[in-house]
């Protein structure tokens, strides 16, 4: 821990014998300071949004966006994910990139850093800036891990501003000055094969907590060989650390060394494959790797201190867990999300049997194609998915499921773990795909407290039904399934997943602002726009904010009716992001590397 310097505690001692009282402004109350905005990440705020439509501030903190979309594997696309804004008082802190981007292969030659900004007279001023040494994992295209840059991630308490740091560490940032010290749960050396994964956490006492995970650093490409280690990191407001090894936290898993299955092969299509009696085949398998936190989520944290965690198996997602720990970082429960769902083959969600892009003639209803199970919540490694803890204790958790047009599935656990089948014969609503769910608490016609369930929820047009093979999965999702066709909603589901509301993005025009302050638009989006985000907000009265593809901030009223709208820049291609709102209102959303502030 740094100390003052000898003269400068003499001259403080001086000031305090003269009997002169120095004056210490309180660190401003900390009003969105994490991912979801508190421990329990359901992204509410108990302030009224502002519905206006000034852009406030617009402000870079990702310089390399345009090279980030060259390539043939970006292919236009912006794959990075980026930070919360963070409020405190008048203060914004947001992550910013600096270095060199050569391609998106070696995204570790970039260097992040965190920035201050405060309110100055209507405009939002740098304060400092602080130049981190965190790096994330290595990009992995096809094998497991991640094919889009990871989340630098930081979180904000009432002590201080803690962001990612190199080796597993984490750095404790004085919030006015942005200097403190380097902390190392693992000793006194940063080992390079060692990474913080995911945003931190905190609860309300000033503990933060992180996933970290360790790779093999003999192999050219460690995604090939099993973890080494992972671990739960929790480190004291005091800056005291604690890592758990993660393979304590989820008993009952199967043993790295075990066989998981996986899925038929892409040679077998149309799946799932038939034995002679029409029933699904023996699904192949895989070994299933050790258990470990995946690469961007943020832990939970309930009012009574239970940590809700994410789990998967390093070679093979099928097999992922929610993970309930106890105060004192040991195992509270676990929960698999393997064969929770019934949607597949022969339901209203994929085409007919037989058809294009419809599972193998003669399949059984319900069962998913590409394992001829029931369906099961997968843990991918690209999603910012985080669970969320409703008001009632139940947790909320967004998985990826490819055979219902990569939508995911949103799932639900009560208090003490059980899955919560919300309906049937389904089994999970048909989103949860890279989103984290808000929530919005309100008093019902009968005067009892509920709550909604408010998420993103795209219906993509631009892959097949359950595989990437064009011919038995086209990818004209309207032509070849007109029942169930491309369409983006945001939508608000009851507690139990029943939906309330849509909201369907029905713009066809790409804008881009001229000289002059008009717009050039042409229609080239008959189906609408996809959404953005990863984490929408709602303030108090239940307005939701949410960033669209089509370059707009959408505010949309809790009966699901259009507030609002406010363009900031065409995003085709763009991140999925999450927003905030601060103390006085002002909405902060994101488009292409840019942070814009907008409100009255």
Not at 101 to 118: A, G, L, V, Y
Not at 291 to 304: C, E, F, H, M
Not at 337 to 349: A, L, P, V
Request: proline share 9%.
């Amino acid at each position: 821990m740094r100390t003052l310097p000898r003269k400068k505690i003499v001259a403080c001692l001086c000031v305090a014998l003269a009997g002169t009282a120095l004056a210490v402004a309180p660190a401003a109350q900390v009003f969105w300071g994490q991912w979801g905005r508190t421990q329990l990440h359901q992204s509410a705020v108990p302030v009224a949004g502002q519905t206006g439509s000034r852009i406030l501030a617009n402000i870079v903190y990702d310089p390399f966006t345009q090279k980030e979309q060259q390539g043939p594997y970006a292919a236009g696309g912006l794959l990075v994910h980026y930070q919360t804004p963070l409020i405190a008082g008048n203060d914004v802190f947001m992550e910013c990139k600096t270095g060199q981007f050569s391609n998106i292969k070696n995204w570790q030659m970039q260097t992040w850093c965190e920035q201050r900004f405060s309110w100055v007279n209507g405009q939002l001023a740098l304060q400092w800036t602080h130049v981190s040494d965190w790096k994330p994992v290595p990009f992995s295209p096809d094998k497991d891990g991640p094919g889009w840059e990871p989340v630098y991630h930081a979180v904000l308490t009432k002590q201080a501003i803690w962001v990612p740091g190199f080796g597993g560490s984490v750095f404790r940032l004085d919030r006015d000055t942005g200097t403190g010290p380097q902390i190392n749960p693992f000793g006194t050396t940063l080992d390079p094969n060692t990474y913080v994964v995911g945003p931190l956490s905190a609860d309300g006492a000033g503990n933060i907590y992180y996933n970290v995970m360790q790779l093999d650093g003999t192999a050219k490409d460690p995604w090939l060989l099993d973890v080494p280690q992972s671990w739960l990191v929790k480190v004291t407001a005091a800056g005291v650390p604690t890592a758990v090894s993660w393979s304590s936290l989820v008993p009952g898993t199967p043993a790295a060394t075990d066989q998981c299955t996986f899925r038929y092969s892409t040679t077998d299509l149309p799946w799932p494959v038939l034995d002679a009696s029409g029933n699904p085949a023996p699904t192949p398998t895989v070994t299933c790797g050790s258990q470990r936190p995946p690469v961007n989520t943020a832990p939970a944290i309930g009012p009574d201190g239970t940590i809700y965690n994410i789990s998967r198996a390093s070679f093979d997602d099928y097999y992922g867990y929610l993970v309930a720990i106890n105060p004192n970082l040991t195992p509270s429960w676990i929960s698999s999300m393997r064969n929770r769902f019934h949607d597949g083959c022969g339901t209203i969600f994929l085409p007919a049997n037989g058809a294009p892009g419809g599972c193998r003639a003669g399949t059984p209803t319900g069962i998913s194609p590409p394992d001829g199970m029931s369906g099961s919540g997968r843990v991918l490694d690209d999603s910012t998915s985080a669970p969320v803890v409703a008001p009632d204790g139940s947790i909320y958790y967004g998985a990826y499921t490819r055979y219902n047009y990569a939508q995911g599935h949103m799932m639900r656990w009560s208090g003490p773990g059980q899955y919560l089948d919300p309906a049937a014969p389904w089994g999970g609503f048909q989103f949860g795909w890279d989103t984290t769910p808000a929530i919005f608490q309100y008093t019902a016609a009968d005067g009892s407290a509920t709550f909604a369930v408010i998420t993103k929820e795209n219906h993509y047009g631009d892959v097949g039904s359950y595989c990437n093979d064009a011919t038995i999965c086209p990818t004209d999702r309207t032509a070849t399934d007109p029942a169930y066709p491309e369409q983006y909603f945001v939508s608000s589901l009851t507690p139990d997943l029943q939906l309330t509301w849509r909201f369907q993005n029905t713009n066809t025009l790409s804008c881009s602002p001229n000289p002059n302050g008009t717009f050039s638009c042409i229609s080239d989006h008959p189906r609408g726009f996809e959404w953005c985000v990863n984490a929408p907000a709602v303030d108090v009265n239940g307005t939701v904010f949410a960033n669209s593809e089509d370059g707009n901030l959408y505010e949309i009223d809790r009966n699901g009716h259009a507030v609002n709208t406010v363009f900031t820049q065409l995003a085709i291609g763009a991140a999925y992001t999450p927003l905030s709102i601060g103390p006085d209102g002002k909405i902060y959303t994101q488009n292409d590397g840019r942070l814009f502030v907008i409100g009255n």
